[in-house]
C-alpha cells in the first residue's frame, strides 16, 4: 500500500484533478465500470436525473473507496495504472496480395492495437473491413498475435488401380 500512496502522490502531484472514481447512483464506480456495467459517462446525468460526479484523487476522504461492481480499490486501481484495462492480445491472419498485406481480425481490436496499427502505416479498409499497409515488410505491433502457419500440404503419389482379373 505505500507504493501505491507514493505513485497516487506522483500522479497528484502532476495532475492536481486526477479522477479516482465516480459517483452515481447511490454507488462508487471506477472509470472502466462505470462505463462498461452502468452504461454512464462523466459529465451526464445517472438514471435518477443527478450528475455523474467524478471522485479526485487527492481528497483524502474518498482514498479508501471500492468500486461497487468489481470491489477493487479506486486508490489501487490509480497507482496501477489509472483504472485502465490491460491491453488484451488481439489474433489476426496476415494476407499478401501483390505488393500490400492485409491483417483480418476476427473482431474489432482494442483502441491500444489499432492506435500501434496506425502509428505502423497500417490504414481500415472499410469496403474490405481489413486493415492495409503497402510496405515491403510491415510492421506488425506488439499486441497484435499471428497463429501459426498451417503446415504445407504434401503431394502424394498417384493412385495407381489395376484391373482385376476374371
Not at 484495462?85 to 489476426?92: E, V, Y
Amino acid at each position: 500500500m505505500a507504493l501505491a500512496d507514493e505513485v497516487v502522490a506522483q500522479i497528484v502531484s502532476r495532475k492536481p484533478f486526477a479522477v479516482l472514481g465516480y459517483s452515481a447512483e447511490d454507488a462508487v464506480w471506477c472509470p472502466r465500470c462505470l462505463r462498461s456495467a452502468a452504461g454512464l459517462s462523466p459529465g451526464r446525468v445517472d438514471t435518477a436525473g443527478r450528475p455523474v460526479v467524478p471522485l479526485y484523487a487527492r481528497d483524502a476522504s474518498v482514498r479508501e473507496e471500492v468500486c461497487d461492481n468489481c470491489e477493487r480499490s479506486l486508490h489501487e486501481l490509480l497507482a496501477a495504472g489509472r483504472g485502465a484495462p490491460t491491453p488484451q492480445a488481439a489474433t489476426a491472419h496476415l494476407r499478401v496480395h501483390g505488393k500490400s498485406s492485409a491483417l483480418d481480425f476476427d473482431r474489432v481490436p482494442p483502441i491500444e492495437i489499432r492506435t500501434a496499427l496506425k502509428s505502423t502505416g497500417w490504414r481500415w479498409d472499410p469496403r474490405l473491413r481489413v486493415w492495409w499497409s503497402c510496405e515491403e515488410v510491415p510492421r506488425v505491433p506488439a499486441g497484435v498475435v499471428l497463429p501459426a502457419a498451417a503446415p504445407a500440404a504434401t503431394p502424394k503419389g498417384p493412385i495407381v488401380r489395376r484391373a482385376r482379373e476374371q
